[in-house]
């Protein structure tokens, strides 16, 4: 098929260069110049693992191109997904005005018959909407699709390739049987695709995320508790994951959930309910209790320092929301090192990969570390925030010698509580006593 992808930013890349890699003949446009020069010569505006070679491999069989010429894209597509960004407007809201432009450029530009999918994370109702921007110009028939997106940064490739699920909400039988075949390389193993109606696909993808946001706070509660009453977090979250229904997975509690989705479509799901006069008590809560949970790594390295960090030389290990991804977007790390410094500490931080991207957004508001043990030199505190692998088998020795005091706040809980207080560190986590 002859596809065009708008929006070449995480979603739109990894969906065009996946879609090429099955033979179709697919169209990244962009409105950005440089990112798309960049993606011209291989040259990546995202870190995700695994995308770069799709990119450089289906650019050399000619199956993948880059333009900013969005109204040519257009007009050679059979299928157009619109993958631009849905920022949250000042009230938690997801705004639109990107997907409907694109749509009012798909309706004047269109040649033919044409499937159009939404693939950016937008609220119930979008679809109506784009359909209507699109009919204002449209001379030929098409077929609205949201089709949400599920990937998960760092893994984002397999995820598309290897999909537990396809979710479609189609409203036509010439949209279900593009889709159908579209999709179909990447169910092979029985994976489903699951039709349902629009309104309902577009609900999915935030029902899914607030779910497992949920999960996330839920832990994060049941670990404050367990740190008040003298019971271990770890030993709790092994004990409920090996119930059938409830599973292991979203329960490792944290510094609170961040990155472009959770924290995004939480508020739009809100915003969505509320302007329907339905409350979402328990959603509302979840987002209250990650804003607090934000807080509880700044509290715990003030408190291991005598209650005041004034003059202190804080190490900060992770700065990315999650490990395998340069994504700092409502990282907690941004909130550590926010309070670290208004409380007059100086931060030394070290991320892997996600450096570049904290310099733009701090600039020299913080140092950085070439490694690990350099962040931790002369440090009066370190700081565990993001669980990168590094991260998970240091020399302990190493770091003592480096830290000028032996504090050691792990929020990521990937050390032994009793074996780093037997090595003479201060040490700290999340919900462990």
């Given at each position: 098929m002859n596809i065009t992808v708008v929006g070449s930013g995480y979603v739109g890349l990894v969906v065009g260069a996946c879609l090429a890699e099955t033979g179709n003949d697919v169209i990244c446009a962009d409105v950005d110049p440089k990112k798309i020069e960049g993606l011209k010569k291989n040259q990546l505006p995202i870190y995700e693992p695994g995308l770069e070679p799709l990119v450089e491999r289906n650019q050399a069989q000619k199956r993948l191109s880059f333009t900013t010429d969005v109204a040519a894209a257009i007009t050679?597509?059979?299928?157009?997904?619109?993958?631009?960004g849905t920022p949250p407007d000042e009230d938690g809201s997801a705004d639109l005005r990107h997907v409907l432009a694109v749509a009012e450029q798909i309706g004047q530009h269109m040649k033919r018959e044409l499937v159009i999918v939404t693939k950016s994370t937008v609220p119930v109702g979008t679809a109506g909407k784009v359909s209507d921007a699109v009919g204002k110009h449209a001379k030929h028939r098409f077929h609205m699709c949201s089709n949400p997106e599920f990937l998960k940064e760092g893994a984002a490739v397999d995820d598309f390739m290897k999909p537990d699920r396809v979710v479609l909400g189609v409203a036509s039988d010439f949209a279900r049987s593009v889709m159908a075949e579209l999709y179909a390389p990447f169910v092979r193993?029985?994976?489903p695709i699951i039709f349902m109606d629009i309104a309902s696909a577009e609900m999915t993808k935030y029902a899914a995320n607030a779910m497992l946001a949920t999960r996330i706070s839920f832990m994060n509660e049941i670990a404050r508790l367990c740190e008040t009453v003298g019971a271990n977090v770890d030993a709790v979250r092994r004990g409920i994951g090996s119930d059938d229904r409830i599973g292991p997975s979203f329960l490792f509690p944290g510094p609170g959930y961040g990155g472009s989705c959770f924290p995004k479509d939480v508020q739009a799901l809100i915003r969505t309910a509320q302007s329907v006069q339905v409350p979402l008590e328990v959603v509302s809560a979840v987002e209250k209790a990650n804003e607090r949970q934000k807080h509880v790594l700044f509290e715990k390295t003030t408190k291991a320092l005598g209650g005041s960090i004034k003059g202190a030389l804080i190490a900060v290990w992770g700065l990315a929301f999650k490990p395998q991804t340069d994504d700092m977007r409502e990282a907690p790390?941004?909130?550590?090192?926010?309070?670290?410094?208004?409380?007059?500490?100086?931060?030394?931080?070290?991320d892997p990969v996600a450096e570049h991207e904290a310099r733009r957004r701090l600039g020299e508001k913080i140092m950085y570390a070439d490694s690990n043990y350099d962040a931790a030199t002369g440090?009066?505190?370190l700081i565990v925030v993001t669980d990168w692998n590094e991260y998970r088998h240091p020399d302990f020795r190493r770091i003592k010698q480096a830290l000028k005091r032996p504090v050691l706040i792990d929020g990521r809980n990937l050390y032994d509580p009793q074996q780093m207080r037997s090595l003479g560190f201060t040490y700290d986590s999340i919900g462990r006593v």
């Amino acid at each position: 098929m002859n596809i065009t992808v708008v929006g070449s930013g995480y979603v739109g890349l990894v969906v065009g260069a996946c879609l090429a890699e099955t033979g179709n003949d697919v169209i990244c446009a962009d409105v950005d110049p440089k990112k798309i020069e960049g993606l011209k010569k291989n040259q990546l505006p995202i870190y995700e693992p695994g995308l770069e070679p799709l990119v450089e491999r289906n650019q050399a069989q000619k199956r993948l191109s880059f333009t900013t010429d969005v109204a040519a894209a257009i007009t050679s597509a059979n299928v157009i997904f619109i993958a631009v960004g849905t920022p949250p407007d000042e009230d938690g809201s997801a705004d639109l005005r990107h997907v409907l432009a694109v749509a009012e450029q798909i309706g004047q530009h269109m040649k033919r018959e044409l499937v159009i999918v939404t693939k950016s994370t937008v609220p119930v109702g979008t679809a109506g909407k784009v359909s209507d921007a699109v009919g204002k110009h449209a001379k030929h028939r098409f077929h609205m699709c949201s089709n949400p997106e599920f990937l998960k940064e760092g893994a984002a490739v397999d995820d598309f390739m290897k999909p537990d699920r396809v979710v479609l909400g189609v409203a036509s039988d010439f949209a279900r049987s593009v889709m159908a075949e579209l999709y179909a390389p990447f169910v092979r193993t029985g994976k489903p695709i699951i039709f349902m109606d629009i309104a309902s696909a577009e609900m999915t993808k935030y029902a899914a995320n607030a779910m497992l946001a949920t999960r996330i706070s839920f832990m994060n509660e049941i670990a404050r508790l367990c740190e008040t009453v003298g019971a271990n977090v770890d030993a709790v979250r092994r004990g409920i994951g090996s119930d059938d229904r409830i599973g292991p997975s979203f329960l490792f509690p944290g510094p609170g959930y961040g990155g472009s989705c959770f924290p995004k479509d939480v508020q739009a799901l809100i915003r969505t309910a509320q302007s329907v006069q339905v409350p979402l008590e328990v959603v509302s809560a979840v987002e209250k209790a990650n804003e607090r949970q934000k807080h509880v790594l700044f509290e715990k390295t003030t408190k291991a320092l005598g209650g005041s960090i004034k003059g202190a030389l804080i190490a900060v290990w992770g700065l990315a929301f999650k490990p395998q991804t340069d994504d700092m977007r409502e990282a907690p790390a941004l909130t550590l090192i926010d309070e670290l410094l208004a409380a007059g500490a100086t931060v030394k931080a070290h991320d892997p990969v996600a450096e570049h991207e904290a310099r733009r957004r701090l600039g020299e508001k913080i140092m950085y570390a070439d490694s690990n043990y350099d962040a931790a030199t002369g440090a009066d505190a370190l700081i565990v925030v993001t669980d990168w692998n590094e991260y998970r088998h240091p020399d302990f020795r190493r770091i003592k010698q480096a830290l000028k005091r032996p504090v050691l706040i792990d929020g990521r809980n990937l050390y032994d509580p009793q074996q780093m207080r037997s090595l003479g560190f201060t040490y700290d986590s999340i919900g462990r006593v």
